[in-house]
């Protein structure tokens, strides 16, 4: 549970981008994916 609502922001920026067609930039790709790994390493608690 605490990953779906970690990665919350991400789907939302996604969802935009395919489904309001937002432009979005490699800067801001990138961004999405490290948060998408963060949210999932913290969850995880990889030390």
Known sequence: MAVLESIIPVITVVLSA???KEKLKG???CGVVLSLIGAIWVV????
Do not use: A, R
């Not at 995880?44 to 030390?47: E, L, P, R």
């Open 27 to 29: 800067v801001q790709w």
């Open 18 to 20: 395919f489904m309001l």
């Open 44 to 47: 995880m608690d990889v030390s």
